[in-house]
């Protein structure tokens, strides 16, 4: 007669995040057979949390399928290769060692020998930690080591590794959020498979191919929240992503708080977040990832197709349909993932002319803007729809009446599959030509990143003639070049996140060939972001460079943008956003910026200044405008004198592009006094908002 224990998991360091249905396993002393009669299979994991997120769902997942199995799994959290094998050797040399038993067994803190000993195992996975699992110099000689010791205390058993998952895209821990979009994946696989034929092992659960199959597709590509602002997140706001198969964001308590722990009952808690952080679990499995881990397993140990279990989670309703039937693809028709290529981003997007309206895909967020005006008066606009999506692209239109009205779109930057077009930025050269100028990442970012431009020699005509695109170097370029007195071109760009991430480009022939001139370096990390710098030229020759951090900072050149001093804190004090610095016709230098000089507010308060010592001090103070979520400004000044200002206004929902027009004198007064000035006026909106600004028809 047949008695059932619970199936035995370790949960050190770990909780129990998704309970998916609970299953009888047999006994030890029993050497039961399936209700087919099969021998049932006897199961050992040994891994870390990313082990525990399959077996979450495991259990009811078998019992769907009407089996039984036994399952021993030691999820101590963080293990790697390393430390498993460590743990086993301190075991052996002190079986009462704590740091040796580290596992747990029907209801017993275990040793890796007694653990193996525990039963007479069919399968014993092992697995490496999700940090090095891309590293496979982190395997040597450790997975040998482990194998050997597991077919020394197991012989009977055979040894399986467990290929686990690359992170999210968006996940920032160890910069992978700046590598090309696949890395990981690739990265990991070859690791598995190379250090398997290494130590022996014939077979691999491919979950990491599985999770990679369902990000690839249409149903489980993961998504942003359009509508949520990742930058300012404000407490205890969610944002609503889709398809994700990874734990995604969510508020905890901020370390250092009670020791990490959450308040027990009765315990005061702020209802202000101010003892929480934003954080993005970007690496365990959520529910439908814990759920598509466990279908591979299901198929991989039980050979049986696990499309034919029709039992869907509650939670996770006809959509475990096709995590089901990713398994089977993975584990039975041997389906991987193809392969992406992160060199797509070196070749430019399209470049689509006088695209028709019907054509531009629709999107529920738009801006980062910039502004160009023509010697004749046409005033010229760019923006981003889809922006911090990688579905991001570029949109250019036109106004003949100082922007009163707009045109339709005149051009669209549509990228390659799998490419962003970002951070797009337009300048009237000093021939008159019009430059657009645009950053393409493979994914949401690659850690490359490339600066792609086009030209027209006659940005007044009717109908416009474009040269072909051209990449001039790596980053992400946003703000306009600088023409130095000499007559050499700067231009800045920024690959974010890295070491002397700031990169100054120079023409010295009028843009017909570009060569990095040097870099800056940004030395604290934690400060690090899209650094946005620009550049002016001071009275004395030197050259000041803004940047954006988590507020303001600074560096000053002295010849001519070779070397940078280090990057420091700028004592103008600013939230973590775009601002906007240029000399003006007056010789005298304008910012724009987020509220007053000595104070950090959020992005609102939109502010001008002007300052007469190059940078020393600012005066003046005209206010732009002063709601919330006013950001990105972009600037350019007419012969006449006329400033204008481009910038963005809630994104998502309403999606407008806004522009101000001022004069000198109306910065210095610090409210209007001139009559040409005009504020918030629209460029664009999007379409599900309230009604649109008149637009001029294309000619």
């Not at 891994?47 to 077996?55: D, T």
């Not at 086993?88 to 653990?115: C, F, H, V, W």
């Not at 996940?171 to 700046?178: E, F, I, K, L, V």
């Not at 881990?293 to 096709?322: M, Q």
């Amino acid at each position: 007669m047949r008695r059932s224990i619970p199936v035995m998991l370790c949960a050190a360091g770990i909780g129990l995040l998704f309970h998916c249905g609970t299953i009888a396993a047999q006994s030890a002393a029993d050497e039961a057979s399936q209700p087919d009669g099969t021998k049932t299979p006897k199961i050992l994991g040994i891994g870390n949390s990313f082990l525990r997120n399959v077996v979450n769902c495991l259990p009811g997942l078998v019992q769907a399928g009407g089996h039984d199995f036994v399952l021993g799994a030691g999820t101590p959290g963080g293990r790697t290769l390393q430390n498993h094998y460590e743990a086993a050797m301190l075991g052996d040399a002190n079986p009462e060692d704590p740091k040796a038993r580290i596992y747990q067994y029907q209801g017993k803190s275990m040793t890796l020998r007694e653990m193996l000993t525990a039963e007479k195992w069919d399968y014993v996975t092992i697995q490496q930690a999700s940090p090095k699992s891309f590293k496979i110099e982190t395997y040597r000689p450790y997975a040998q080591n482990l194998v050997d010791y597991i077919r020394r205390h197991a012989p009977q058993a055979e040894v399986v590794f467990h290929q686990t998952w690359a992170w999210r895209e968006d996940h920032t821990r160890m910069g992978m959020d700046q590598k090309p979009r696949g890395f990981m994946y690739r990265e990991l696989t070859k690791a598995y498979h190379t250090i398997a034929r290494e130590v022996g092992i014939k077979r691999i659960i491919p979950v990491g191919d599985a999770f990679q199959l369902a990000a690839e597709s249409p149903e489980w590509h993961f998504e942003r929240d359009p509508d949520f602002d990742y930058e300012n997140p404000k407490y205890p706001e969610l944002p609503k992503e889709k398809n994700s198969l990874n734990g995604g964001f969510r508020w905890m308590l901020r370390p250092g708080n009670a020791k990490g722990t959450q308040p027990g009952p009765g315990a005061a808690q702020p209802d202000d977040g101010s003892d929480k952080v934003f954080y993005n679990d970007g690496s365990h499995a959520n529910g439908a990832g814990s759920y598509l881990a466990a279908c591979v397993w299901y198929e991989f140990f039980f050979h049986e197709d696990v499309r034919k279990i029709t039992k869907n989670p509650a939670w996770l309703g006809d959509r475990a349909i096709s995590l089901r039937a990713i398994a089977h693809q993975v584990v039975s028709e041997g389906i991987k993932p193809a392969a992406p290529d992160p060199d797509i981003a070196l070749k430019p997007a399209h470049v689509i002319v006088n695209p028709w309206r019907f054509h531009i895909p629709p999107t529920k967020r738009q801006g980062v803007p910039g502004i160009e005006r023509t010697a004749k008066g046409r005033l010229w606009a760019v923006y981003g729809r889809d922006v911090e999506s990688t579905r991001n692209y570029q949109v250019l239109t036109f106004s003949d009446d100082d922007g009163k009205s707009w045109s339709d779109a005149q051009l669209m930057i549509l990228p390659r599959r799998g490419v962003r077009a970002m951070s797009a930025s337009i300048w009237i050269d000093p021939q008159g030509r019009l430059w657009v100028f645009w950053g393409q990442a493979f994914g949401a970012q690659d850690g490359r990143y490339g600066i792609f431009a086009i030209v027209s020699d006659d940005p007044d005509a009717d109908e416009l003639q474009w040269s072909a695109p051209r990449r001039l170097g790596d980053g992400i370029m946003l703000n306009k070049p600088t023409v130095l007195s000499d007559g050499d071109w700067l231009f800045t760009s920024s690959v974010w996140k890295a070491d002397n991430s700031i990169k100054v480009y120079a023409s010295t022939d009028q843009g017909k060939s570009f060569t990095l001139r040097g870099t800056a370096n940004i030395a604290d990390p934690k400060t690090r972001g899209p650094d946005e710098p620009m550049i002016v030229e001071r009275k004395d020759g030197s050259l000041w460079m803004l940047v954006r951090v988590q507020g303001l900072a600074e560096t000053i050149s002295t010849d001519r943008g070779k070397t940078w001093a280090p990057v420091q804190r700028s004592s103008i004090k600013h939230c973590t956003a775009r601002f906007f610095v240029r000399r003006l016709k007056s010789g005298s230098l304008l910012l724009v910026k987020h509220g007053p000089l000595d104070k950090r507010v959020p992005r609102e308060l939109l502010t001008a200044y002007v300052s007469d010592d190059d940078g020393k001090t600012w005066s003046g103070g005209l206010m732009i405008d002063e709601r919330e979520d006013v950001t990105y400004p972009d600037g350019v000044q007419a012969k006449d004198g006329r400033i204008y200002i481009i910038y963005d206004h809630q994104r998502t929902p309403l999606g407008e592009v806004l522009m101000a027009t001022f004069t000198e004198e109306d910065v210095r007064a610090g409210k209007p006094v001139s009559d040409k000035i005009r504020l918030r006026g629209e460029v664009a909106r999007l379409k599900h908002s309230t009604t649109n600004s008149p637009r001029k028809e294309t000619p």
